[in-house]
């Protein structure tokens, strides 16, 4: 097995795309290459005490895959072939150069996937009929990522984050043993859950006592409900209880697309159409996506040739559909709530045009940012239907707040994404060092508004490293909605597997409460 402490190789790990979490102390870099190796490293860490921090992709957006309290970093960008097994068939494919196998049942829709895959690899080695159907945006992050952070995008409004597309696991726990657990076969008694490792070590985690919110997505904690199944324990836990070794993910077919951009002259009329066209997906309308672009996000792609001066606000949708009468159905409902201009996408070209456009807003917001030196703040926050008005308002007084400090009218905060799924995103963009602490000032507010509303702050990025400012000191992230005692709960869950607090410390809850708790 590969391992380096060279400083150019150790640098690759110390950030993920926040660029706001760098790695302290790393002795070395580890390349495990299959489940042995793996427990071999967790095996000796657990012995020696020394913290292990896995990465996968590091298109994370919140540190978790950065080692900040050093030890060792182990990627498992080399596990990228799936073991053999009966009634899969072996599928290889190269993409952007490099090989990877799945273990593939396509009659019955599901995949043995290597952790190190990508869901850009996925997607070309399943093509032209199969797919899995998660769609979060970065296409580099690899599936044992998305699995560690339960991710999910636009398509998820169709069809759910990753945890629901997730029917096995084979997983390294912290002490080297392993653990391969397919879905429904261990349940919880209440919230505690009992189980055995292949080597026959006896375990008992307590999940949390928490309440998760009920209706919305939610990324943030370990997962917590009564009778749950112990795959869910693992699915979103951001890498604290063990290393993802092996997914076993379902499949659907893969739908022809039909997708829409309609153009509104404001906010209201845009906000209004998303919410008919939600009740006629509740009513059998084939929608994969429904998404939003306020005023200030489409001021920001003003050079993109489909935006005019008068567009103020815009609703995207894609339909896994595109027969007549469901096309009719849907432009019915999209003519019908007046937009100033609709964007019908039937071809190919058009279609590729379409995805063009929906990149053009991260890609110019990273532009800005690369431009003045300063890092993007993105809120992740979802709430209950009922409580999206009043979210609404928050953004809006949010993003005025911050224009009163950019004095920007172009360029200062941009609202988009999962309208869906009441689960936008602001970015917000600052300029220098000033605006970026007045953004984290309206972040924070947009933080406690989110929960006193019944949500999430966290609907589909984690929670990794992030603190929040507050009572004079920085609170770790997942406090704030959680409490201490949530903490608490998560570090005992943790230590019930890793015993030595070894893995992935720093996640979900700071390395001191952790020990606190040992
Ligand atoms: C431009 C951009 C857009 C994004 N859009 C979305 C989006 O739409 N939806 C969304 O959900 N996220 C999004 N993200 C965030 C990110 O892509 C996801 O969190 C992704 O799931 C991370 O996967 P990764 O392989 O890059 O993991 P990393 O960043 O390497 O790691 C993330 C966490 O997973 C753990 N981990 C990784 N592999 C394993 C493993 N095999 N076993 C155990 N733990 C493991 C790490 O330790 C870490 O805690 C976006 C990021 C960027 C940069």
Redesign the pocket.
């Known amino acids: 097995m590969r391992r380096s402490s060279e400083p150019d190789v150790i640098a690759r790990y110390a950030a993920?795309?926040s660029n706001t979490f760098f790695a302290e102390d790393v002795q070395a870099v580890v390349f495990p290459e299959d489940e042995a190796n793996v427990a071999q490293i967790l095996r000796e860490a657990t012995a020696a005490g020394t913290p292990v921090?896995?990465?996968?992709?590091?298109?994370?957006?919140?540190g978790?895959?950065v080692a900040t309290d050093g030890g060792l970093v182990a990627t498992?960008e080399l596990?990228r072939h799936a073991e053999p097994r009966a009634g899969f068939v072996p599928v290889t494919a190269t993409h952007d150069g490099i090989a990877y196998t799945v273990g593939l049942d396509a009659a019955a829709g599901r995949a043995w996937c290597p952790?190190?895959i990508?869901l850009d690899a996925l997607e070309a080695l399943l093509a032209p009929d199969l797919l899995f159907p998660p769609?979060?945006?970065?296409r580099?992050?690899?599936?044992?990522?998305?699995?560690?952070?339960?991710?999910?995008?636009?398509r998820s409004f169709m069809h759910g984050?990753?945890r629901a597309w997730v029917d096995a696991l084979e997983?390294v726990l912290p002490t080297g043993d392993t653990l391969h657990l397919a879905r429904g076969e261990v349940f919880a008694e209440g919230r505690t859950l009992r189980f055995a490792s292949r080597e026959g070590t006896q375990y008992e985690v307590q999940a949390p006592s928490y309440a998760m919110p009920a209706t919305t997505k939610n990324?943030a904690g370990l997962y917590a409900a009564d009778g749950m199944d112990l795959l869910d324990l693992f699915v979103g836990?951001?890498?604290?209880l063990?290393?993802?070794?092996a997914v076993l993910v379902r499949l659907t077919p893969r739908p022809t697309l039909f997708s829409d951009t309609a153009f509104f002259a404001s906010e209201e009329e845009a906000i209004a159409c998303a919410d008919r066209l939600r009740a006629a997906a509740s009513e059998g309308l084939p929608l994969l996506s429904l998404e939003f672009y306020d005023p200030g996000a489409l001021r920001f792609m003003a050079d993109q040739p489909q935006v005019k001066p008068e567009h103020q606000a815009a609703i995207f949708t894609e339909l896994a559909a595109d027969d007549p009468q469901t096309v009719e159905a849907f432009a019915e409902i999209v003519i019908g709530s007046d937009p100033l201009d609709d964007w019908f996408a039937d071809t190919d070209r058009e279609r590729e045009a379409q995805r063009d456009f929906r990149h053009a807003l991260?890609e110019t917001v990273n532009t800005f940012l690369r431009q003045h030196g300063t890092d993007k703040l993105c809120t992740d926050y979802a709430v209950p239907a009922q409580a999206f008005p009043a979210m609404m308002e928050a953004y809006r007084e949010a993003c005025d707040a911050f224009l009163q400090v950019t004095g920007r009218p172009e360029a200062s905060a941009v609202l988009f994404g999962h309208i869906g799924d009441y689960h936008l995103h602001i970015d917000f963009l600052p300029a220098d060092a000033a605006e970026e602490d007045a953004s984290m000032e309206q972040y924070a507010m947009l933080a406690h508004r989110a929960i006193e509303l019944g949500g999430t702050i966290t609907a589909?990025?984690?929670v990794?490293k992030k603190t929040l400012p507050g009572e004079g000191r920085r609170v770790p992230y997942l406090e704030v909605m959680y409490g201490r005692e949530g903490l608490e709960e998560i570090a005992r869950a943790k230590l019930a597997v890793d015993p030595a607090g070894i893995l992935?410390r720093g996640?979900m809850l700071p390395a001191g409460l952790l020990d606190a708790a040992r």
């Open positions: 993920d795309e921090t896995v990465s996968g992709g590091g298109t994370g957006l919140t978790a895959r498992v596990m952790p190190a990508t769609a979060p945006t970065e580099s992050a690899m599936i044992g990522g998305a699995v560690a952070e339960n991710a999910s995008g636009a984050a990753t997983i990324a836990s951001e890498g604290l063990g290393v993802i070794t991260p589909e990025h984690g990794g992935n996640n």
